[in-house]
């Protein structure tokens, strides 16, 4: 019998995971697929909004400006990378300039701190790389970037280092009341616990409305982006947004935490609550927008593209709280923008209320810090001379693009809940993600999760399930020749 139980291992349900942890209670987080990080929290635009786009006095804007404050110190105790860059949001058309300060009263009203309304001559002196067409721009330094990777795992690791369980490849099939709380099904056997975090992303209602007869509903919204080679990483300085129109924030331009650029996202409702293949209309819409107010867009420097789906719930707002006819169920759906940044506020939110209800007390020893991976390449030469000594694989390059070392990635699998999969080792390390997008280094870092997981290698896979990389060998072996 768990205390709580909690249903997906995003970025939502890891955050609440991590502060549940600071109690003397018993917490599992569940989840479908083969690590964290695998549904919306890996395909974002890894923003860290100010919060004037939410309504005024709605969910979203309380969590969002309450997250983005916390945001900072949450990361720094999480060796998790984040930079205040600010953010801009531009106008191209004259007559749209009221639109701005419309915004500008909702972010006054949101409590947004540094709002500046811009002139047209003010706005390219920040961003000279944009169009000669913008008019003006709306400018909250507040915003920030940061790798939504990078925090999932970090809240993870940091939640399961304080006794929380994670059990991955453990699928929800159904959920029943019970006295005292509620089974859970799942593939792996059913599973008793006195609450539940209902944190499914695009299937949170799916969960909802197995023990609610008040329904809500999700309709998945799919995003597709393109990323730039770190070649055009000077493209801008702040994240640029067009004016919002009313199906989203628009297409926007923004440096990455790791020198990229990345263009994105669109936002088209789809009916598959797995649909994240990219399509061509989806990619040229992106590039044809940014075109519109980025000048001599390096077109020829995408690397890459992808798509993920935001939950958006039929209200447009965040489902926050204990469920009123299912107590002891609480939910955490219609999580789409700006939940990455509402996470320090939203994973409190939820803890404070679910331990109220299960009076435990805080641990005394509730380790609030965690150390990420080191990166050899970003180190003192003194620094890089002792970890060699003490680990000679740092000095082994895997991943070409990136710098990647073999020690970088022994230590991404032997972490807690370490990686299993080639994408694992990619969203822990940066392996893969550069220029070739792992053409060089796959090889390389199947053989070693391989070896550290004692698997043979055609078991070893992209992303879990069946997406095997190998089929099986061309040649025969040395022992079957014997």
């Known amino acids: 019998m768990y205390d709580v139980l909690i249903i997906g291992a995003g970025v939502i349900g890891c955050a609440a995971a991590r502060e549940l942890s600071r109690y003397e209670a018993g917490i599992c987080v569940v989840e479908r697929c083969s690590d964290v990080c695998e549904g919306t929290s890996k395909a974002n635009s890894g923003i860290v909004h100010a919060g004037y786009d939410a309504p005024t006095g709605s969910m979203k804007a309380r969590m969002n400006v309450t997250g983005n404050e916390k945001m900072e110190e949450l990361c720094r105790e999480l060796d998790v990378s984040f930079q205040r860059i600010g953010s801009l949001v531009i106008c191209m058309e004259e007559e749209r300039i009221p639109e701005l300060q419309k915004l500008y009263d909702r972010g006054i009203a949101n409590g947004v701190k540094g709002l ?26 507040s915003a920030g970037i940061l790798c939504p990777f990078e925090l999932t795992v970090a809240l993870a690791e940091n939640a399961a280092a304080n006794g929380a369980e994670f059990r991955l490849n453990t699928e929800v099939t159904d959920i029943v009341r019970e006295h005292g709380g509620y089974i859970v099904r799942t593939n792996q056997g059913d599973l008793r616990t006195r609450m539940v975090v209902n944190a499914a992303g695009v299937y949170a209602d799916v969960f909802h409305n197995m023990v609610s007869s008040d329904k809500i509903h999700i309709t998945p919204r799919k995003g597709e982006y393109c990323l730039l080679d770190t070649e055009a990483g000077g493209l801008v300085r702040h994240t640029v947004f067009p004016l919002p129109e009313k199906k989203g924030k628009g297409i926007l331009v923004t440096p990455t935490v790791h020198g990229n650029i990345l263009l994105g996202p669109t936002a088209a409702p789809v009916e598959d609550r797995e649909g994240v293949n990219t399509t061509k209309e989806g990619l040229e819409a992106v590039l044809h927008s940014a075109e519109q107010y980025v000048k001599e867009l390096p077109v020829r420097k995408v690397i890459t593209s992808f798509a993920g789906l935001r939950a958006s719930e039929d209200g447009r707002e965040f489902v926050l709280g204990e469920v ?17 940044s509402s996470v320090p506020a939203i994973g409190e939110f939820l803890a404070e209320m679910i331990q109220k209800r299960g009076g435990w007390r805080a641990k005394e020893k509730f380790e609030s810090r965690r150390k990420g991976i080191r990166r050899f390449l970003e180190l003192t030469p003194e620094e890089q001379q002792e970890l060699l000594r003490e680990n000679p694989a740092y000095g082994t390059i895997v991943c070409r693009c990136e710098k990647i ?11 807690p809940l370490g990686a299993t999969t080639l994408d694992g080792i990619k969203r822990r390390t940066r392996a893969g993600m550069g220029r070739c997008q792992g053409g060089f280094c796959s090889p390389r870092v199947m053989e070693l999760l391989a070896s550290e997981l004692h ?15 190998l089929a099986g060998h061309i040649r025969g072996t040395d022992s079957e020749k014997d």
């Open 116 to 141: 500046r309304l811009l002139n047209r001559e003010e706005t390219l002196e920040l961003e000279p790389g944009l169009s000669e067409k913008v008019r003006g721009a709306l400018y909250a330094p």
């Open 324 to 340: 009123k006819d299912a107590p002891g169920f609480f939910d955490a759906a219609g999580i789409e923008s700006p939940g990455l």
């Open 405 to 415: 070392t073999e020690g970088e990635i022994l230590e991404a699998i032997r972490r």
């Open 455 to 469: 698997r043979a290698q055609e078991t070893i896979t992209k992303c879990g399930g069946n997406s095997r990389m």
